[in-house]
């Protein structure tokens, strides 16, 4: 029989040499490592754990909220420490807003709890979450809240989990960067907005828009019509995405409106202004510049 432990020790450090950004790399990744080592069976044997993480699974995709509670009960009877579907069950259990997000930050602290208790939340592991088997619910866990402070404009609170998970998940499978980025902006925090840029560079839709609000808000015009430029080169989409929401009065039509998207399309756009609503909503001269701007055409070489 297979030493499961000491497989799982090795696939963690092969891990940590990966850049992980989404659960279908990981996934890609843990076919690599099978291939290499020349496992031809699955290298997590079924545990209470794994049932756990089944039935969890199966809640998530069941047609009733009724079913949806039972299969997660079960999943919690199976493994009481189901950080997910712990999540999950006061998500559709809760009266309101404010009683969820105690829930959850009473949940996010037990697990903080059991993880220093096993000697897993430790100096040597900062950095490598969401690399971790036993930490990547405890990030999922800590995004649901940032989500939850941003919908509730507690911004203060939403950037202390964003910088933490940071420090904690430094490859940012999750795109928490993103998010910090876009607050920093809204706060006109300079030093923090070039401390981010510098630790993630990158040229996207999701970096320019927030600088793009940077930029107006500080009155410097020339970035922002540069930064404006690059947005509608990459993706002549958004300015039309965002247009339309202003004339349609209502930036409501934008949020969970968008389905998979690839790069230059409606869809990305709409995802990158529904991840910034908040930041755009709350500089309205932003949008009146944007209705009186017109992009620069190059000239063409002949």
């Known amino acids: 029989m297979r ?15 990966k850049m992980i950004d989404s659960d279908e790399e990981y996934e890609v990744a843990v076919q ?37 509670l039972r299969l997660v009960h079960e999943s919690l009877k199976e493994n009481p420490n189901n950080c997910d579907a712990k999540i999950f069950l006061a998500e559709i259990s809760a009266n309101n807003s404010d009683i969820l997000e105690e829930e959850m930050i009473k949940i996010i602290k037990e697990e903080q709890v059991r993880l220093v208790n096993e000697d897993i939340y430790k100096e040597e592991n ?4 969401y690399d971790i088997i ?23 609170l939403a950037r202390h989990e964003m910088e933490e998970v940071l420090m904690l998940n430094e490859h940012d499978n999750m795109g928490v960067r993103y998010r910090l980025l876009s607050l920093y902006c809204f706060l006109e925090e300079k030093e923090k907005i070039e401390e981010i840029l510098e630790k993630y560079p990158e040229s996207s839709l999701l970096t320019w828009l927030p600088m793009s609000v940077y930029y107006y808000k500080t009155k410097n015009y020339f970035l922002l019509d540069e930064t404006l430029n690059k947005m509608v080169e990459y993706n002549k989409n958004i300015l039309k995405v965002m247009n339309g929401a202003v004339e349609a009065d209502s930036f409501d039509i934008l949020e969970k409106s968008f389905g998979a998207y690839q790069p230059g399309d409606m869809n990305e756009a709409m995802m990158v202004i529904e991840g910034n609503l908040y930041l755009i909503a709350s500089t309205t001269g932003y949008i009146m510049y944007l209705n009186n701007w017109k992009p620069i055409i190059k000239n063409k070489v002949s």
């Open 3 to 17: 030493d499961t432990d000491k497989v799982l020790k090795q696939l963690e450090k092969f891990m940590k040499d």
């Open 32 to 68: 690599e490592f099978m291939k290499l080592h020349n496992l031809e069976t699955p290298i997590i044997e079924e545990t209470f754990e794994t049932r756990s993480d089944y039935l969890y699974d199966q809640a998530l995709e069941a047609e009733s909220e009724k079913e949806a």
């Open 126 to 129: 900062l950095g490598q979450f």
């Open 134 to 156: 036993q930490t990547r619910s405890y990030i999922r866990a800590k995004v649901s809240l940032i989500e939850m402070y941003l919908s509730k404009g507690r911004y203060q």
